[in-house]
C-alpha cells in the first residue's frame, strides 16, 4: 500500500535558523497536504499542494511539490518559538490520506 | 467556518469495556474517516466511509472495531473489548469529495484504558 516517509524525525533549531523537512511517498498523489500539531494538539491544517512542481509560501514557510508528485519539502526560515510542534505530511492518492511520521521541532532561544 | 466536532474530548475505560466514539461530520460531505494517534506518534489510517459502507480499511481495524452512520448526520468508532493498547487520540475526518478537496479533522477524542 501507499507509504509517506517524512524526515528528519527531530529537528533541533537555533532560532533565527532555516530547517527543511522531507517527505516522500512510494506512489503518485494527487495531492500532498501538510499539518502542524502542537504538544496535546490536533493536527492542523496548513496547506495542500495539488499541481506538479507547485510552490506555495505563507509568510515564513515555503512548501514545494516535486515534478513526479511522489515528493514534497516544507522548509522554514528565520525560525521563531512559535514554530516549535510536529509538521507531518499527508499524501493524498483517491480519497484517503496517508501521513509521515513526522517532523518534531524543538527551538532553542 | 463548518467543522468536524467530536465528543467525548476525553475518556477513561476499563480494559475489555466497550467504547463509542461520536462525531459529526461537516453536512454536505460525503467521505468520512477515522484516524488514531499513539502517543508521540504519528496519524495512522484506520477507517474510511462512503454511501453508507466501509470504502477502505487498515489492517489496524480488526473486528473489534466498527464504524456507523447511524442517523445520517453521526458517525461512530466503536471498540468492542478495548485493551491497553487502544489508548490513543482518536481524530475523525471528514472530504466534500472532489479529488482536490481538502480532508477536515476534529479536534480528537482522548481514550484512556486502563
Known amino acids: 500500500g501507499q507509504q509517506v516517509m517524512q524526515i528528519p524525525q527531530y529537528q533541533h533549531v537555533q532560532e533565527g535558523e532555516d530547517f527543511t523537512t522531507y517527505c516522500n511517498s512510494s506512489?503518485?498523489?494527487?495531492?500532498i497536504q501538510w499539518y502542524k500539531q502542537r504538544p496535546g494538539g490536533h493536527p492542523v491544517f496548513l496547506i495542500q499542494?495539488?499541481?506538479?512542481?507547485e510552490v506555495k509560501k505563507q509568510k515564513r514557510l515555503t512548501f514545494q511539490f516535486g515534478e513526479a508528485k511522489k515528493n514534497s519539502s516544507l522548509h522554514i526560515t528565520a525560525t521563531q518559538t512559535t514554530d516549535v510542534g510536529t509538521y507531518f505530511c499527508?499524501?493524498?492518492?483517491?480519497?484517503?490520506?496517508?501521513f509521515g511520521a513526522g517532523t518534531t521541532v524543538t527551538v532553542r532561544a | 467556518e463548518p467543522e468536524v466536532t467530536q465528543t467525548p474530548s476525553h475518556q477513561v475505560t476499563q480494559m475489555g469495556q466497550e467504547v463509542i466514539l461520536r462525531c459529526v461530520p461537516i453536512?454536505?460531505?460525503?467521505?468520512f474517516y477515522w484516524y488514531r494517534q499513539i502517543l508521540g506518534q504519528k496519524v495512522e489510517f484506520l477507517v474510511s466511509?462512503?454511501?453508507?459502507?466501509?470504502?477502505?480499511k487498515s489492517e489496524i481495524f480488526d473486528d473489534q472495531f466498527s464504524v456507523e452512520r447511524p442517523d445520517g448526520s453521526n458517525f461512530t468508532l466503536k471498540i468492542r473489548s478495548t485493551k491497553l493498547e487502544d489508548s490513543a487520540m482518536y481524530f475523525c475526518?471528514?472530504?466534500?469529495?472532489?479529488?482536490?478537496?481538502?480532508?477536515?479533522f476534529g479536534e480528537g477524542s482522548w481514550l484512556t484504558v486502563v
Open positions: 499527508a499524501g493524498r492518492s483517491d480519497y484517503k490520506l496517508s
Open positions: 506512489t503518485t498523489l494527487s495531492n
Open positions: 499542494l495539488v499541481k506538479s512542481g
Open positions: 453536512s454536505n460531505h460525503l467521505y
Open positions: 466511509f462512503y454511501n453508507n459502507e466501509i470504502s477502505e
Open positions: 475526518a471528514s472530504l466534500p469529495g472532489a479529488a482536490g478537496n481538502t480532508i477536515y
